[in-house]
């Protein structure tokens, strides 16, 4: 089992799991998860990494702050939690709402991230995503930023409905393990956890602006992996390619969006090699 801590960073107090040595590797997980998304992906990559998965701000156990949902405070935790533990360079894994802010971290601190992975999510308004957004955005985004309070209001007392639509949504019909299930509800349950929760979704303008503007002053040119599955599929390499020096897209078959807990060995198959790659280049 990974070593759980508590570490304060930009003016919040993080739950941090944390397994293994070596080169470091930062996960930060999407909604409805925590870090316990990434219980598979850290148990094979401790062997040879030390594996940082953090539940995000005002998820899982980290506080409950007022404030900061943007991808871009977002991405200043990350790299705060980093400093904290004395990481000087990471290769830095992000899925759903994990994306956009590893996304901003390897813009603004080239020189903090190896290697960049995300999967499963679109970078704000960037071009590319036109295709899957053709019918308009997923449902539940609307829900979430539409009235300050009102998806909250709804959902209270029925959270444990509400996030077992996600997972099974998420893994094709397949579910995920009691275990994790159980933790991802109970992480979601109660008025102050959706709330926040839902604050990373009414933070989406802010954080658009702030991926607009990175990428109108600089190119990624961390290496960098886009990987997908059902239903995001290639839209984020899409956004990715104009504006990325080195990137490998990839597709996983028969794959819902939580690609971590639904497809974890065809991630791994994945990984393996593209983190294999910071070493060989003596990054580590």
Known sequence: MPELRRISVNGVEL???LAGSGP???LLHGFPHTWELWTDAMADLSDRYRVIAPDLRGF?????????????TLAEDAAALL????VSSAAVVGIDAGAPPAFLLAMRRPGLVRRLVVMESLLGRLPGAEEFLAGGPPWWF??????PGLAETVLEGHEAEYVDWFLHAGTG?????????DAFVRAYTGRQALTCAFSYYRAMPESAAQIEDAVAAARLTVPT???GAQPVGSALEHQLRPVTDDLTGHLIEDCGHIIP???PDALLALLRPFLAGEDSAGSA
């Not at 400093?83 to 004395?86: D, E, I, P, R, V």
């Not at 609307?142 to 009235?147: E, L, N, R």
């Not at 019909?173 to 299930?181: C, I, K, L, S, T």
């Open 15 to 17: 739950n941090v799991a």
């Open 24 to 26: 470091a590797v930062l």
């Open 60 to 72: 899982g156990a980290s506080s409950r702050a007022e404030s900061g949902y943007d991808a871009g």
């Open 83 to 86: 400093g904290a533990l004395g």
């Open 142 to 147: 609307g829900f979430h930023s539409a009235a």
């Open 173 to 181: 019909g397949d579910g995920v393990r009691p275990a994790v299930r």
């Open 225 to 227: 992996m886009a990987l």
């Open 261 to 263: 807990l639904h497809r």
